[in-house]
C-alpha cells in the first residue's frame, strides 16, 4: 500500500512534465517553421523586387519615388479641395496614396474610391446639392442654448453618416483604388490613430467629428473625434511611409493671421487654431533632404459660417484656379496644360438675385467682381502672384534655404 501510494503522485508529475515537454516541442517546431516561412517570403520578395529593379533599368525605367497627396482639414471650404482635384485628375494625377483629416478625410475617400474625371465629378455634384439641413440636421427644440446643455454634441451625425455613405463606392478603407489613410483623434489618451482598413464610414465618421458640433465616434470600444485637432494636415505621416514628393490640397490660406478677439470665445477658437497649425509649422520646418512639397491653397474669406453651402460653387472654381495655376507651374499629372482656369463666379449676396438657403443655387446669377487674386479672363495666369502668400503653390525642399514655414487655418470638418 505505501509503495502504491508514493508511485501514484510520481506518475501523475511525470505525465505532466511528459505533457508539458511535447507541448514545449510543439510550439517550438511551430515557431522554427513559422519563421522559416517568413525568411522564404522576404527572401522571394527581396528576389522580385531586383528582377523587377533590374528590369525597369534595362528598360529604361527610373523610380521616380513615392507620391502622397495629403488632404487638410477646413469645415465647408472642403468645397475649394473638389475643384482642385478636378483640375489634378484632368491632368492625369495620380498619386501612391491619399492621406487625409477632417473634411479632408471625406474628399480623400471619395478621390481614392476614384480617382477620375468622372468620380471628382460625381463628388463635386454631391457638394453642389448640399444643404445646411443635410448635414446639420436640428431637432425640434434649437438654438444657442444647446451648447450649454449636458451633451456631447449639439447635432447628431446622421445627415453627414448618409452623405459620406453616398460619397464613394466601397464599404472598407482597403477597398480603395488607391491607399488610403485617414486621422481621428482618441478621447482616451488624447493621441492620433490612423485608420488603414476596416469600415470606411466609422474611420470617416470619426476622422470628421467637430468636437461640440458632432458626437464622438466609437470604433472597437473607443471613442473617436476630429482627426484635425491632432494633426490637421498630416504631412509626416507621408514622410513615414516614404513619400518624396507630397502634394498638398490645403482649404484656406497657408499663413495664418489670428484675427483680435472681441469676445473670449473668440480668444479660444483662436488659441485652438493656433495650437492646431503649430504642428504644420513644425514639420515644414524639418522636412527632410529631397522631399518636394507642392502646397495648393485656397484664398481667404469666400465662406461665411461653417454650416453655410451656399458658397460651394464658388469655393470650387477658387480651386479650380488654384489648382491650374499649380499645374501650369509645375507640370503635375501626365496630361500637358491644355487650357486656361474658368473664370470663378462671384458670390451671390441675399437680396441681390442670390439665396441663404444653403443650396448655392443663386452664387452664379450675382454680379459681384471676381476677388482680386483671380483673373476675370480666365488666363493661364489667372491667379495674381501679389495677392498670392508666397509660398502657395511653390515647391518647398528641404535643400532650398528660402522655403518658409506655412500654416493651414481651417480646422475641423
Not at 39 to 52: F, I, R
Not at 159 to 167: H, K, N, S, W
Not at 302 to 311: L, N, Q
Not at 374 to 401: F, K, L, M, Y
Request: charged letters at 20%.
Amino acid at each position: 500500500m505505501t509503495v502504491a501510494a508514493s508511485i501514484s503522485p510520481f506518475a501523475v508529475v511525470f505525465g505532466l512534465f511528459v505533457v508539458a515537454a511535447m507541448v514545449l516541442i510543439v510550439l517550438t517546431v511551430r515557431f522554427i517553421v513559422g519563421r522559416a516561412k517568413v525568411a522564404k517570403a522576404e527572401w522571394l520578395a527581396s528576389q522580385t523586387a531586383a528582377a523587377d529593379a533590374a528590369a525597369d533599368e534595362e528598360a529604361g525605367y527610373e523610380d521616380d519615388g513615392m507620391t502622397a497627396l495629403v488632404l487638410g482639414g477646413g469645415s465647408t471650404r472642403g468645397a475649394i479641395q473638389i475643384g482642385m482635384l478636378q483640375v489634378l485628375t484632368e491632368h492625369g494625377f495620380v498619386p501612391d496614396r491619399v492621406y487625409g483629416a477632417s473634411v479632408g478625410a471625406i474628399n480623400g475617400a471619395g478621390f481614392a474610391a476614384d480617382p477620375t474625371r468622372q468620380g471628382v465629378e460625381r463628388m463635386a455634384q454631391i457638394w453642389l446639392q448640399l444643404k445646411r439641413e443635410d448635414v446639420y440636421r436640428a431637432g425640434r427644440l434649437h438654438g444657442p442654448w444647446l451648447y450649454l446643455q449636458q451633451r456631447d454634441a449639439v447635432y447628431a451625425n446622421s445627415g453627414l453618416r448618409e452623405v459620406v455613405a453616398a460619397g464613394f463606392p466601397f464599404e472598407r478603407l482597403e477597398e480603395s483604388a488607391i491607399p488610403l489613410e485617414v486621422v481621428a483623434t482618441s478621447l482616451t489618451d488624447g493621441g492620433e490613430r490612423w485608420f488603414t482598413h476596416g469600415p470606411a464610414v466609422e474611420a470617416i465618421l470619426a476622422s470628421a467629428a467637430m468636437p461640440a458640433i458632432f458626437p464622438p465616434v466609437e470604433i472597437d470600444g473607443e471613442k473617436y473625434i476630429d482627426g484635425g485637432i491632432v494633426d490637421n494636415v498630416p504631412i509626416q505621416r507621408a514622410l513615414d511611409a516614404g513619400a518624396t514628393r507630397i502634394v498638398i490640397l490645403l482649404c484656406s490660406p497657408p499663413v495664418m493671421a489670428p484675427a483680435l478677439s472681441r469676445r473670449p470665445v473668440e480668444g479660444m477658437v483662436n488659441a485652438l487654431l493656433i495650437a492646431i497649425h503649430a504642428r504644420f509649422v513644425r514639420e515644414m520646418a524639418r522636412l527632410p533632404e529631397g522631399v518636394e512639397v507642392i502646397l495648393c491653397a485656397g484664398p481667404e474669406g469666400a465662406t461665411r459660417d461653417f454650416d453655410d453651402f451656399s458658397t460651394t460653387e464658388h469655393l470650387i472654381a477658387l480651386g479650380r484656379a488654384e489648382a491650374s495655376e499649380i499645374v501650369r507651374r509645375y507640370g503635375l499629372g501626365t496630361i500637358p496644360y491644355p487650357a486656361p482656369a474658368l473664370p470663378v463666379p462671384a458670390i451671390a449676396d441675399e437680396g441681390e438675385g442670390g439665396t441663404d438657403d444653403g443650396t448655392g443655387a443663386g452664387s452664379s446669377a450675382a454680379t459681384r467682381e471676381v476677388p482680386d487674386h483671380v483673373d476675370s479672363s480666365g488666363g493661364a495666369d489667372s491667379v495674381n502672384e501679389s495677392a498670392r502668400p508666397a509660398q502657395s503653390g511653390e515647391p518647398v525642399s528641404s535643400g532650398t534655404a528660402a522655403a518658409e514655414p506655412v500654416t493651414q487655418p481651417d480646422p475641423g470638418t
